[in-house]
């Protein structure tokens, strides 16, 4: 059975998918430990605490970056967590958090990286004008949506759209992606050469 946190800043869909995927026995081998907000009163701390998990709010305002990580990664460590899923969570991640748990640091990411990455992903498409977008689960490195691709998931960008109504379709797809992705990597049948993951 593997460990995994889950680190978030808002409503936890993505949390919530992963939690689903688990109870529904398609991630058969992990088991949530911990959720951890950087923010107070957000959602997904309420639905961690209604399903039973564990959930705790650690305060980044006004914290120096990695003061904040050293309090996040020593809960994560007392929670003997294994595998980050990082699930919107609205915070940069400090070079010292990354090296504690070198490609054991998973994002989701509402766009085809390196396309968009940053805020409003999917308003930047949108307006860019791409006839396709998606979602890309990826390891995470020190830069800013950026570590190797674990997998990715493409949807379609209609002509009746606006910036909602993709972001919605996108996020259907982020909720399969997320669970399909965490099983790749604790099968643990892949490697990683250079940017390239490659599975078997
Ligand atoms: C998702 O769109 C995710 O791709 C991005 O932040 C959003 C989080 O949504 N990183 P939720 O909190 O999981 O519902």
Redesign the pocket.
């Known amino acids: 059975m593997h460990n995994l946190g889950i680190l978030?800043s808002?409503?936890?869909?993505?949390?919530i998918a992963i939690a689903d995927s688990i109870d529904a026995v398609r991630i058969p081998n992990a088991r949530i430990a911990v959720v951890i907000s950087n923010k107070a009163d957000v959602a997904?701390i309420e639905t961690a605490k209604q399903r039973g998990i564990k959930a705790l709010v650690i305060p980044s305002k006004g914290v120096p970056r990695e003061e904040h990580d050293r309090a996040v990664v020593a809960a994560l460590k007392e929670n003997s967590v294994e595998w980050i899923c990082l699930?919107?969570y609205l915070r940069l991640l400090s070079p010292w958090l990354v090296q504690q748990f070198p490609q054991r640091i998973l994002?989701?990411?509402?766009s085809l990286l390196p396309a968009f990455p940053g805020l409003d992903a999917q308003k930047q498409a949108f307006d860019y004008g791409v006839k396709v977008s998606g979602?890309t689960v990826h390891f995470v490195d020190e830069q800013l949506d950026h570590g190797a691709i674990i997998l990715q998931k493409t949807v379609p960008v209609l002509d009746t759209d606006d910036d909602r109504t993709l972001a919605a379709r996108i996020?259907e797809q982020?909720h399969v992606a997320y669970s399909e992705a965490i099983n790749i990597v604790l099968g643990g049948r892949y490697k990683v050469a250079g940017r390239r993951l490659i599975q078997g």
């Open positions: 978030l808002g409503r936890g869909s993505n949390f997904g699930a919107g994002n989701i990411h509402p979602c996020l982020e």
